[in-house]
């Protein structure tokens, strides 16, 4: 099973607003990331969670808090956005496990389709 | 020169042909690729990976990855309307592994 969950599949949130994307796993993978995509764009990292640490932001604005609550969950708390957020936010996770080959495999979720007015 | 290049296409091929999508990289990439397949407003689907000099296959897919000419590729063979979509070319970085570059995707179009 590959599975990772994201809700909401959907959110409109308006500059002022607090809201949170949410990402979980069930496959035992060790690493979670956050990527943003913007129309007609690969995907852009902006966090990765190794065994529940922060171990790479991307030079990412504050108003996009992340947080790993446990090995198989994943949040991205918004705060103060701006309409040029407006994008799909997704969600991967791999098995993270030292050495090159299929732990290194990232599967996606869904994406949660982001509009800031 | 970009870490990972692809031809953005569109790559437009007939049904039951092969489609051959093409991808480069530079040094920084290390030696982990992946192919993900992209459908419009869709998350990226993980469809083949590959670590090793030579081809790899999997059903319809082969994917082929060239150390020396630092060249990856992805064959489709026998080619259907539901292949048409976005593909993603990602590469690991040595030392980093956990952080992909992607390519900025290769749009295949099959015809009927």
């Known amino acids: 099973d590959t599975e990772v969950t994201q809700t909401p599949k959907h959110l409109v949130m308006g500059m002022t607003n607090k809201k949170s994307l949410k990402c979980e796993q069930h496959m035992g993978h060790r690493a979670m990331y956050w990527y943003k995509q913007k129309a007609k764009k690969p995907p852009e990292l902006m966090f990765v969670?190794?065994?529940?640490?922060?171990?790479i932001n991307e030079s990412v604005p504050s108003r996009f808090s992340p947080e790993c609550p446990n090995s198989s969950l994943l949040n991205l708390h918004l705060h103060a956005l701006q309409p040029e957020d407006s994008a799909l936010y997704l969600c991967?996770?791999?098995?993270?496990?030292?050495?090159?080959?299929?732990?290194?495999?990232?599967?996606f979720g869904p994406g949660t389709r982001l509009t800031v007015t | 020169q970009k870490e990972v290049e692809q031809n953005s296409g569109p790559l437009s091929v007939p049904e039951g042909a092969i489609a051959s999508l093409n991808c480069t990289y530079s040094d920084r990439v290390s030696q982990s690729f992946f192919w993900y397949r992209q459908y419009s407003g869709k998350s990226p689907e993980l469809i083949m990976s590959i670590y090793s000099n030579g081809d790899k296959e999997d059903g319809r897919f082969t994917a082929q990855l060239n150390k020396a000419s630092q060249y990856v590729s992805l064959l489709i063979r026998d080619s259907q309307p539901s292949d048409s979509a976005t593909y993603l070319c990602a590469g690991g970085y040595t030392g980093t592994a956990s952080k992909l570059t992607f390519g900025t995707g290769t749009r295949l179009q099959v015809t009927l």
């Open positions: 969670y190794s065994y529940e640490k922060l171990s």
């Open positions: 991967a996770s791999s098995q993270e496990g030292g050495f090159l080959g299929s732990s290194y495999e990232q599967y």
